[in-house]
Protein backbone atom coordinates (compact mmCIF):
# COMPACT_ATOMS: atom_id res chain seq x y z
CA UNK A 1 0.00 0.00 0.00
CA UNK A 2 1.24 3.39 -0.90
CA UNK A 3 1.49 6.93 1.41
CA UNK A 4 -1.17 9.02 0.09
CA UNK A 5 1.04 12.37 -0.56
CA UNK A 6 -1.98 14.45 -0.47
CA UNK A 7 -2.32 13.61 3.03
CA UNK A 8 1.11 14.03 4.34
CA UNK A 9 0.10 15.14 7.71
CA UNK A 10 -0.84 11.39 8.53
CA UNK A 11 2.63 10.05 7.59
CA UNK A 12 3.74 12.50 10.80
CA UNK A 13 1.51 11.62 13.25
CA UNK A 14 2.29 9.54 15.84
CA UNK A 15 5.58 8.23 16.27
CA UNK A 16 7.25 10.62 14.66
CA UNK A 17 5.92 13.57 16.77
CA UNK A 18 6.52 11.59 19.60
CA UNK A 19 10.37 11.73 18.28
CA UNK A 20 10.28 15.28 17.61
CA UNK A 21 9.12 15.70 21.03
CA UNK A 22 11.20 14.05 22.91
CA UNK A 23 14.37 15.62 20.97
CA UNK A 24 12.99 19.00 21.92
CA UNK A 25 13.06 18.00 25.89
CA UNK A 26 15.74 16.85 26.03
CA UNK A 27 17.31 20.08 24.51
CA UNK A 28 15.13 22.46 26.90
CA UNK A 29 15.06 20.06 30.50
CA UNK A 30 18.80 21.32 31.22
CA UNK A 31 18.22 24.80 30.62
CA UNK A 32 14.63 25.17 32.16
CA UNK A 33 16.32 26.05 35.35
CA UNK A 34 19.33 28.01 33.79
CA UNK A 35 18.32 31.44 35.60
CA UNK A 36 18.10 30.21 38.67
CA UNK A 37 21.09 28.98 38.58
CA UNK A 38 22.54 31.91 37.63
CA UNK A 39 20.59 34.15 40.02
CA UNK A 40 21.03 31.90 43.20
CA UNK A 41 24.38 33.19 44.56
CA UNK A 42 23.30 36.99 44.15
CA UNK A 43 21.04 39.79 44.66
CA UNK A 44 20.04 42.91 43.38
CA UNK A 45 22.29 46.09 43.93
CA UNK A 46 21.15 49.83 42.85
CA UNK A 47 23.96 52.32 43.50
CA UNK A 48 23.42 55.89 42.75
CA UNK A 49 24.43 59.48 44.46
CA UNK A 50 23.17 62.18 45.95
CA UNK A 51 25.42 65.80 46.59
CA UNK A 52 27.41 64.42 48.82
CA UNK A 53 27.33 60.90 49.46
CA UNK A 54 27.31 57.37 47.22
CA UNK A 55 24.07 55.67 48.34
CA UNK A 56 24.21 51.47 48.11
CA UNK A 57 20.45 49.50 48.17
CA UNK A 58 20.88 45.92 47.98
CA UNK A 59 17.84 43.52 47.83
CA UNK A 60 17.71 40.99 50.82
CA UNK A 61 14.09 39.27 51.03
CA UNK A 62 14.09 37.30 54.52
CA UNK A 63 17.90 38.14 55.59
CA UNK A 64 18.27 38.94 58.94
CA UNK A 65 21.48 41.70 59.82
CA UNK A 66 23.15 39.56 61.90
CA UNK A 67 23.82 37.45 58.28
CA UNK A 68 24.96 40.29 56.67
CA UNK A 69 28.44 41.92 56.59
CA UNK A 70 29.18 45.36 54.73
CA UNK A 71 33.35 46.09 54.18
CA UNK A 72 34.51 48.90 52.13
CA UNK A 73 37.68 47.50 50.32
CA UNK A 74 40.52 49.36 48.77
CA UNK A 75 40.23 50.82 45.75
CA UNK A 76 36.55 52.60 46.36
CA UNK A 77 34.83 48.68 46.56
CA UNK A 78 32.08 47.67 49.05
CA UNK A 79 32.06 44.05 49.67
CA UNK A 80 28.39 42.62 50.80
CA UNK A 81 28.26 39.34 52.00
CA UNK A 82 25.49 37.38 53.22
CA UNK A 83 25.55 34.03 55.24
CA UNK A 84 22.09 31.87 55.31
CA UNK A 85 22.58 28.92 58.07
CA UNK A 86 18.93 27.18 58.67
CA UNK A 87 18.60 24.43 60.40
CA UNK A 88 14.59 22.56 60.25
CA UNK A 89 13.89 20.02 62.38
CA UNK A 90 10.17 17.94 63.08
CA UNK A 91 9.97 15.75 66.10
CA UNK A 92 6.83 13.56 66.91
CA UNK A 93 8.33 13.08 70.54
CA UNK A 94 11.63 13.56 72.26
CA UNK A 95 13.21 10.44 71.56
CA UNK A 96 12.11 9.98 67.96
CA UNK A 97 12.86 12.32 64.85
CA UNK A 98 11.51 11.91 61.61
CA UNK A 99 12.90 15.12 59.55
CA UNK A 100 15.96 17.66 60.11
CA UNK A 101 17.08 19.32 57.20
CA UNK A 102 19.93 21.94 57.31
CA UNK A 103 20.82 24.29 54.62
CA UNK A 104 23.84 27.00 54.37
CA UNK A 105 24.09 29.59 51.58
CA UNK A 106 26.42 32.13 50.84
CA UNK A 107 25.92 35.34 48.79
CA UNK A 108 28.40 37.92 47.81
CA UNK A 109 28.98 41.42 45.73
CA UNK A 110 31.47 43.44 45.37
CA UNK A 111 30.61 46.67 44.03
CA UNK A 112 32.80 49.26 42.27
CA UNK A 113 31.99 52.75 43.79
CA UNK A 114 31.71 55.43 41.10
CA UNK A 115 33.65 57.77 43.30
CA UNK A 116 36.40 58.04 46.23
CA UNK A 117 34.49 57.41 49.43
CA UNK A 118 36.11 58.38 52.85
CA UNK A 119 35.95 56.52 56.22
CA UNK A 120 33.74 59.48 57.70
CA UNK A 121 30.21 58.03 59.05
CA UNK A 122 29.60 55.22 56.82
CA UNK A 123 25.98 54.57 57.83
CA UNK A 124 24.00 51.10 57.05
CA UNK A 125 20.33 50.43 57.78
CA UNK A 126 18.29 46.99 56.93
CA UNK A 127 14.84 47.23 56.78
CA UNK A 128 12.40 44.82 55.21
CA UNK A 129 14.80 43.00 53.24
CA UNK A 130 16.49 46.18 51.97
CA UNK A 131 19.69 46.79 53.14
CA UNK A 132 21.03 50.57 52.34
CA UNK A 133 24.43 51.74 52.87
CA UNK A 134 25.31 55.46 52.68
CA UNK A 135 29.14 56.50 52.29
CA UNK A 136 30.39 60.14 52.15
CA UNK A 137 31.96 61.26 49.00
CA UNK A 138 35.87 62.02 49.05
CA UNK A 139 37.74 64.10 46.75
CA UNK A 140 38.46 63.75 43.44
CA UNK A 141 41.89 64.17 42.39
CA UNK A 142 42.34 65.63 38.59
CA UNK A 143 45.62 65.36 37.03
CA UNK A 144 46.53 68.61 34.65
CA UNK A 145 47.27 67.98 31.21
CA UNK A 146 50.15 70.28 30.36
Excluded: W
Excluded at 103 to 108: L, T
Excluded at 118 to 124: R, S
Amino acid sequence: MKPDKNNLTSLFDGSFNHFIKTFDSFFDEPFRHFDDFLSRDSFSVNVHETANDVVIEAELPGCKRDQIQVEILRNDRLRILVENDVTTEVKKDENIQYYKKRAAGKMERIIQLPFPVTDEAPKATCRDGLLKVVLKKGKRRFVDIE
